[in-house]
């Protein structure tokens, strides 16, 4: 025989109470999930298309042991009032005895008005020399570069990247070999693509 319990009125009220607290509570915090949900989508979404300064070293190709400062725009849209700063300072250096340093204090003197996707800046930032030549270098091993910069919608960003010169003056490099018109051949055209890449930067 089955038995049936009646439940008080008082205790189907708070029942009840109860449960419809528990739905709004269910209810908010789905409302709160689809919102950071939403809001996340958007922030990736701007992440995707915003503009991303970069600052690095680089091997020239045509000339062994040299690093060349890069500074480029790696992202999706326009960059604009960029500002480039080393952490320490590049000496001050004149005119007359410019060197490698004096044009990269001069290009980077002011803010960058814009700085379009795939652009770049070069610079002849260090040479592998002899006594004479490597007062030409910039002189410090490791230089912090700290790019901030807009985008078109007026948003800031800030980065920073170690620009590592030493990791160049612990570097290797083949020495060509060959004499005979056939190796002298094969190594005027590697140049003359590597001419071609440069000038297509």
Do not use: C
């Amino acid at each position: 025989m089955d038995l049936l319990v009646a439940l008080d009125p008082l205790q189907q009220a708070d029942s009840a109470t109860v449960w419809a607290g528990v739905s709004a509570l269910a209810a908010v915090v789905t409302t709160l999930v689809a919102i950071f949900s939403l809001n996340q989508i958007r922030k990736d979404s701007r992440d995707a298309i915003r503009p991303v300064v970069v600052a690095e070293l680089r091997d020239e190709p045509l000339v062994t042991a040299t690093a060349t400062l890069v500074v480029r725009n790696v992202g999706r849209s326009v960059a604009r009032d960029v500002v480039i700063y080393f952490d320490p300072p590049l000496p001050e250096v004149n005119s007359a005895q410019e060197g490698l340093v004096h044009p990269i204090n001069r290009r980077y003197a002011d803010p960058i008005p814009t700085l379009t996707p795939g652009m770049r800046l070069d610079n002849v930032w260090r040479f592998r020399g002899d006594a004479d030549e490597r007062h030409m270098a910039v002189p410090a091993d490791r230089v912090v570069a700290t790019a901030t910069y807009e985008d078109t919608r007026g948003r800031t960003y800030e980065d920073r990247y170690v620009l590592a010169t030493d990791v160049f003056e612990s570097g290797t490099y083949p020495e060509p070999g060959g004499t005979d018109q056939a190796a002298m051949g094969k190594r005027t055209a590697k140049a003359l693509e590597a001419i071609a890449r440069t000038l297509a930067r």
